[in-house]
């Protein structure tokens, strides 16, 4: 059965009519079963003398010479202790077969990539007994297989079913591959749902590293839960899932970084008070709006801009637009340009690299001005505050609507809750607020000087040898968010706490980027990093909108 | 620029000598695609070459509508040989931010205004250039006075500059980041507020604005331009009646006309819609006639409407027609189609910026039939020199050409009363006080 049109094309059966695999012994299920039966005559469960023999050609020459009387001899003999279930040969003959009972399916697709990492996704009917494994291979060496399979609804596979029920057929896994240069000729994937198995001919469609991330982020945001959906993600990320798309994106964002090349916009400032570092993702226009609201501010000569685009597409639209904004406005761009989204993080930090100032602001390119003199304001604020006050500020930051969209920012922990086989799990997630937001624009509590747990990314003035003495942004988060309170704790910890001072600014806030669905499972993911890392310290005094030793609302 | 560009330029200083320079930067040139603006704006180049102290500059933009004009890798070019006249090729035009977005042309104008150094640059629009060109021509010259001519509210309203709600087709009084987003449900209403304070950014750099009707100045004061700079100035006019006075038959005045673009925000709609209403009444004696063109600019169910109508009217037998289309016009055929008219309708479902036709009809000394709104009901005194009807009501209408129909002697007391257009001299002279020229001598240069 085919549903939504792909079934065909990424996949076909392997072996034909499930009565062909039928008589061709359709070898039981167990890949490394736990326990045999030695006393019986028969053979235990599991055990598939086919396989056995296919896999150890030596043991068939052993029983040609009468030295043993079957595979099953030699297993009882010699196999048991050597563990010779257990070897991957053994095993590789073992997945080969069909069941006359496998239920309805279809392999959607498989998207591989480079990194070593191969997406599986489609559906199954599988009502008793759930997919619990999929085996990828074929004869140029490829072996890659798990256990680990995420459901989701399909809600076009329930209807060409005539399924009235919302159980979610849809599954996807995440393989790793041994050999990801041989992933790409045709292949074989083995599907197992308890006892049953099923041999599909596959073919991996192969994906760039950022693509195939996006792919599996998109993914991520599917998993089908019965509970809490943030708890129960928590938990397949905790098993695995998590650090290995994190390292993926690490290796993606690195690579990215690596790749970087600077166009030179009009002549650099010969001496500048600082360097404002933006970072594009997805619309370029922003950077055309933002020169012209900012060239209009008094003193911007002092400052220069760097924009980063993680956007390759818009390289040509964004040197363009530099060109006519500097012979329009006069400003000099130096525009650092990605082969791919690095994320927030690494682009700004790449853009620091781009930057000539001791001072970086790293603003959002839906910020912008609300007060004409602040680039005098700002240089002296740096200038006659204490050090430790200025080396990491926000400031307030405002919505279209005139309401205080940040304040400074502070932490708080949800506890979710899974109910599974009968007990309560709970699990912990950490919450970044913002202080003040949507209050009235004058309430002087959330816009006065003071000490805070953290500031948002969208405007953060940094001293740079102080940002690069702390590691600046972690690359670990990937696209954008929780890396800002990140850096604000990780600046705390060394002991300088974040700041927020008054100087206030439009923020647009969402609209600077393209939502699209990959963010919402990165964010889950950064979510869950940000926990795993800060909530020990969180929980250890940095909780709640009053956290001991910040000033409460109001007090400086 | 092109050699023979420059050496015009260069021709014409040695022979003008230190006459004001005054680059009008026009919204398409009126031989090329007809509209409301680039008439005015082309009026008034006209107006001011007849000025001693003057010498005027046209920039007229094109577009794809001509691609033979495009000249292989050029951006500015000559308009048929004519002194003064350039075309501007308009190209990468962001209709989003209505942004000038190809370097090379922003180049080629920073090159042209460095070339000609215009004492005023008076833009009637920013639309085909980008009003970051207003940025552009501050800081290539920062003498120079920098005039703009509002000829709607696109400024304001992406809705194509009408204020004319997409929710509902009702009026809208004022922008807002919310109300827009209503509009535009795909923009959010940070998306307006960014196009408002882009807008005023740029608008920021200009000295002095005009608008041809004073609703529109208190509308743009409302908006947050400074009120001091904004000045009114109606939009002058050549008298299209060659001093022609049309006879005036005697006996009741049936006879109706309708001149202009035929698209919705125009309203002809409007009148077909009351013709149907008055013959379902069994009032017929009277006629209707069309002048116009652009209805395959109308949106389908406007066009299928009037398209309908049209059929069904040819269908009748000629006794029994009340509508007729006589289409597209130029302005030499005027006379003969005013003489086939007692009143001018102009049923405008938007408040229009001021309403040439009105002054058209004038001309003729046509009373107009208006919608009492905006530019219209501003210029046409209801009772007094013409006849308001309740915007977009078609029953109002219907009212009103029955009453124009049947009383006596209203017509005669309404064309009495037709004022004076207003006339291109005085245009001209009026702007000459807005480039700080009032003086009309070429010692009163603009000392921005």
Known sequence: MAVANKTEDAVTSASGTSAQAATNGGPSKQIAPTTLDWSSGTAPEGFDEVAYLAAFPDIVRSIKTGQFQ???????????????????????????GNTASFPPASIDGLVGCMTGQCLIYGWIKDNDVPVDQF??????????????????????????????????????????????????????????????????????????????????????????????????????????????????????????????????????????????????????????????????????????????????????????????????????????????????????????????????????????????????????????????????????????????????????????????????????????????????????????????????GAFMSVNRSWFESIGGFSPEYIFGHYEDADLCLKSLQAGKPAWIHRLPFLHFEGKGSIPRPSLDGAMLINRWHFTTVWSEAVKNGLCGKNPEGFPARGQQ | MTLPIAEAIAHEKSTQGKNAKVLIVSLHHPELMRGGAQQVCYELFQGLKQDPGIEPILLASTDAAYPALYKSGACITGFDGRNNEFLFLSTEYDTLWHKAGSPRLIEAFADFL?????????????????????????????????????????????????????????????????????????????????RQIWFKRHFDEVDVFTCPSQFMIDRYAAWGIDRKKLLHIANGQADCSRGIKLPVPAGPKRRFGFFGQMIDVKGIQIILRAVALLRAQGFTNF???????????????????IETFLAEEEKLPYAQRIVQNN??????????????????????????????????????????????????????????????????????????????????DLWERLSAAIPQPPSVTKMVSEYRGAYGLADETPSGLPDH
């Open chain 1, 135 to 456: 085996t990828l291979r074929n004869n140029f060496g490829l072996w890659a297989t798990t256990q680990t399979v995420y459901r989701y609804r399909r809600k076009d596979a329930s209807d060409s079913l005539g399924l009235q029920d919302d159980k979610p057929l849809g599954f996807w896994a995440l393989l790793n591959v041994e050999k990801p240069e041989m992933m790409f000729g045709p292949s074989e994937l083995v599907v197992s749902a308890g006892l049953e198995r099923k041999t599909f001919n596959a073919q991996v469609r192969s994906a760039l590293p950022d693509r195939f991330r996006e792919i599996v982020l998109e993914y991520l945001v599917k998993i089908y839960h019965s509970g809490d959906t943030r708890v129960e993600t928590f938990f397949h990320l905790d098993n695995g899932l998590g650090n290995s798309l994190i390292q993926l994106n690490l290796d993606i964002s690195k690579k990215m970084a690596q790749g970087a090349q600077t166009v030179e916009i009009g002549t650099p400032r010969s001496s500048v008070d600082g360097s404002i570092v933006v970072c594009l993702f997805g619309r370029p226009d922003l950077l055309s709006l933002q020169c012209a609201m900012f060239s209009k501010c008094r003193g911007m000569e002092r400052y220069e801009f760097v924009y980063v685009s993680n956007s390759p597409e818009m390289a040509d639209r964004l040197i363009k637009d530099a060109t006519v904004v500097h012979r329009v406005y006069g400003i000099p761009i130096r525009l650092v340009i990605l082969p791919g989204n690095a994320g927030f993080g690494v682009a700004n930090n790449t853009g620091l690299s781009a930057a000539r100032s001791e001072r970086i602001l790293f603003v959002n390119p839906d910020v912008f001005p609300t007060e004409p003199d602040w680039p005098a304001l700002h240089t002296q604020l740096v200038k006659d505050r204490p050090a430790d006050q200025v080396a990491l500020f926000g400031v307030p930051l405002f919505y279209d609507d005139g309401s205080l969209m940040h304040g400074g920012m502070y932490f708080e922990v949800d506890r979710g809750f899974s109910f599974r086989d009968g007990k309560t799990t709970t699990r912990e997630m950490l919450r970044v607020e913002h202080y003040g937001k949507g209050a009235p624009p004058k309430t002087e509590g959330y816009l006065s000087s003071r000490m805070v747990p953290a500031v948002t």
């Open chain 1, 70 to 96: 079957s595979a099953l001899h030699h297993f009882r003999v010699h196999g048991q202790r050597e563990g010779r279930l257990n070897d991957i040969r053994y095993q590789r003959a073992c997945v080969k």
């Open chain 2, 327 to 408: 289409g597209s016009y130029q302005v030499d055929q005027l006379a003969s189609r005013m003489a086939r008219i007692d009143w001018s309708i102009v049923p405008s479902l938007w408040e229009e910026a001021f309403g040439l036709v009105v002054s058209e009809a004038w001309m003729f000394r046509r009373p107009v039939i208006c919608s009492n709104v905006g530019g219209l009901a501003e210029r046409v005194t209801n009772e007094v020199n013409g006849l308001h009807f309740q915007i977009g009501d078609p029953h109002a209408l219907a009212a009103v050409m029955q009453r124009a129909c049947t009383e006596a």
């Open chain 2, 287 to 305: 006629t209707v006639e069309l002048n116009g063109d652009n209805l395959r600019y109308a949106t389908p169910i406007v066009r299928e409407e």
């Open chain 2, 114 to 194: 460095e070339t000609i150094q215009p004492d005023v640059v008076h833009f009637h629009h920013f639309l085909t250039f980008g009003v970051n060109l207003l940025a552009l021509a501050r800081k290539v010259l920062p003498n120079a006075k920098l005039v703009f001519t509002f000829h709607e509210f696109l400024g304001i309203c992406d809705a194509r500059g009408h204020m004319v709600r997409l929710t509902d087709h009702s009026l809208c009084s004022h922008a807002s980041p919310v109300r827009c987003h209503q509009c535009f449900p795909e923009r959010s209403p940070e998306h307006f507020l960014m």
